[in-house]
């Protein structure tokens, strides 16, 4: 099919999966990643998968972009915790002493573009830029070494800083944990005019009168989300912070988009996904009085959590393909669970914006539990913006063919946490991250090229 490329006023960027994806059990309070850990994984496979997830959203006419991985085994980390000597030593002592502290300096964790910032459209912002904050990630390690690669990488994307203004991750301590957009979605009558941007967290760090969860950690707090919207320059009515159903935290919703999406008018969540969630939609519609506004919930009878969570129903893109009609992008374990298929056969029918549901195949990455939502940063963008990001980041088919090439090339298509260690693989990721620079035209953001 010849996509024909319209600007719907949304860019997806997703996050390319780096040589080193493995599973390593690293996500305590993710149930996929603790399921799944020390499983063989196939990183070729991986990338290929999400490749094609996006040329597949290009396919049906969207603007989708490419990020690139962060460099792992992360050589720097692991030397500033004081394992010493050339590169070879330092992976085996890193091995011999602590196999799981080597892993989480080798996940490729970074493919989770949701995690990767929060960004607030120009249409929000008081400066009429658009806004970028890099998710300090502090709650899991493996993360929290992201964000200084996330933000140099983001900022050779969006580099006009006429049009694009990036921040800092937020102060690196549990009180301000921020896990970026996968707690951030936006409503809005058509992406170019003034939303409403929702801030999910899961407690607060300085009023222990909110309700938190007690059996696995709330990865973001109020006062976190509150100070991206300060950063980002976003009035009252341009924001609204929403306490996350503790006891689905428990269950293992681990990120809002586990059990939530929006897109436009559209608010797509199952029935426990919020605290109060009477008071929440009755807020949302005092802050949006004239856009007419779609709540579609789905209730624990139609899909029991436990089922939501197994199939990643929530964690769903919903993409507006034309004015009023939007798809439903889920991954194909939705289409597996008897009772989510059940459910999605008769959405497209509720009258509703959403008309289409497709499925993809995004199983490498489901398996540490990243579904379609977790591999993509949406970027609003009006036409000057789009027009001032990093063209090489654009996919199109030249980029498609290249991609994988590149990936045939450089990626294995077997890893055990055990190959980590293995002094090959890093000067294989090495070899393939430098030539990606190159490809997407990013200059130096790695340690190693610096
Ligand atoms: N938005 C989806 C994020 C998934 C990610 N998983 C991981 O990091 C698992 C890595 C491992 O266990 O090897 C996380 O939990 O932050």
Redesign the pocket.
Known sequence: MTPCIKVQGEANFDGLVGPTH??????Y??V???H??HEHSNPKQAAKQGLQKMQSLRDLGLVQGVLAPQERPDMLTLRRLGFSGNDTQVLEKAYRESPALL?ACC?A?SM?T??AATVSPSADTQDGRVHFTPAN?TN?F??SIEHEVTGRILSRVFADDQYFCHHPALPANDAFGD?GA?NHTRLCADYGKPGLELFVYGRSAFDSSLPAPTRYPARQTLEASRAVARLHGLADHSSIFIAQNPTVIDQGV??N??IAVGNQNVLFYHQAAFLDTQTTLHNIRQKMPSTTLHFIEVSEAQVPLADAINSYLF?TQIVTLKPGHMALIAPTECAENARVKAYLDTLPDLNTPIKEVHFIDVKQSMR????P??LRLRVALNEAELAATNPACLMNEALFTRLNRWVDLHYRDRLSVNDLRDPTLLHESRTALDELTQILQLGTVYPFQR
């Open positions: 493995n599973y390593a059990g690293l996500s309070g993710n996929a990643s603790q799944n850990a892993a996940s964790s989770w949701a995690n990630l899991k493996h993360r896990e996968a681990f990120h988009d586990v964690n540490n539990g990243g579904g939502a977790c």
